[in-house]
C-alpha cells in the first residue's frame, strides 16, 4: 500500500508555478522522497527525489516540512508538456541485499492550462 | 543519460499464444530491473524484480510460470507472457537501476498489449 496521500486532481496556467502536496505522515527517518511522473500512455519519469533538505534540480524543486510528514513539489513554470499524473512515493535507500520497490499511489492529476 | 527502451511498444497477439517484450539499458548498466503493469485508470503494479543473472522475484499473486522474466545481460531483461489471455491485455513497464545510481528508477516507454 502507497505510504502517501496526494490530491487526485490540480489545475494549473501555462507560466505559473505548479505546488503539488503530498502527505506521508508515517514516513520512517531513513525513507526518502521521491516523485515520478507519468504522461498519458508513457512510462514514467523520474523528477527529484530528498531525504529532509529541500533540493532542486532541472526540472523542479522539492520542499520537505522539518518534520517530514509532508512534502510539495514545484515546478516553477508549467508548459503545457507538463500535464501529467505526478506520483509522491517514500521509500527506503537500496542498500543491504535488500529489493529496492517503488509502490505507486493514484497520484495527482496535474493539467496544465493555456 | 539513463535511457530505456522497449520493444515492442504496441502487440496486438490472438489468445493462447506467447508475446515476448524486451526492455533495454541503452547508456547504463542495470543491474536491477523491474516489470510493471498497469491496467486503464489504474496506478502501476510491481509485478517482479530481477537481478542480472539471477532468478526474478515475484510479487504476491504474480504467476511466475506465465510471466517468465530473463535478465541474461546488464543490458536486457525479457518478460514473455505465455499463453496470453484477454484478461492479460494491459499496459506494460519497465524500469532499471544501476549500480552507480541505486535509488532511482529509470522506466522505458511502455508496451501496450492487447489479446484478442
Known amino acids: 500500500d502507497a505510504k502517501t496521500t496526494q490530491p487526485p486532481s490540480m489545475d494549473c496556467a501555462e507560466g505559473r508555478a505548479a505546488n503539488l502536496p503530498c502527505n506521508h505522515s508515517t514516513i520512517s527517518g531513513n525513507e526518502y522522497v521521491y516523485w515520478y511522473r507519468q504522461i498519458h500512455s508513457q512510462g514514467p519519469q523520474y523528477i527529484i527525489h530528498g531525504l529532509k533538505n529541500n533540493e532542486t534540480n532541472e526540472m523542479a524543486s522539492l520542499i520537505i516540512t522539518e518534520d517530514r510528514k509532508s512534502s510539495t513539489l514545484i515546478l516553477p513554470h508549467a508548459t503545457l508538456r507538463d500535464t501529467a499524473v505526478y506520483y509522491c512515493i517514500v521509500n527506503p535507500p537500496m542498500g543491504g541485499g535488500s529489493n529496492y520497490k517503488l509502490t505507486f499511489g493514484k497520484g495527482t492529476l496535474l493539467t496544465v492550462n493555456p | 543519460g539513463a535511457v530505456v527502451s522497449q520493444h515492442p511498444s504496441r502487440v496486438i497477439c490472438k489468445s493462447g499464444t506467447s508475446v515476448k517484450i524486451e526492455c533495454r539499458s541503452l547508456?547504463?548498466?542495470?543491474?536491477?530491473m523491474f516489470w510493471y503493469r498497469q491496467f486503464p485508470k489504474q496506478s502501476l503494479m510491481l509485478m517482479a524484480t530481477s537481478n542480472e543473472g539471477s532468478k526474478a522475484t515475484y510479487e504476491q499473486g504474480v504467476e511466475k510460470d506465465k510471466f517468465l522474466i530473463n535478465h541474461a545481460s546488464l543490458t536486457l531483461s525479457t518478460l514473455t507472457v505465455t499463453s496470453a489471455h484477454p484478461e492479460d491485455s494491459s499496459f506494460y513497464i519497465c524500469s532499471a537501476s544501476s549500480a552507480g545510481q541505486v535509488d532511482t528508477q529509470y522506466f522505458g516507454p511502455g508496451t501496450r498489449l492487447t489479446v484478442l
Open positions: 547508456d547504463f548498466q542495470a543491474t536491477t
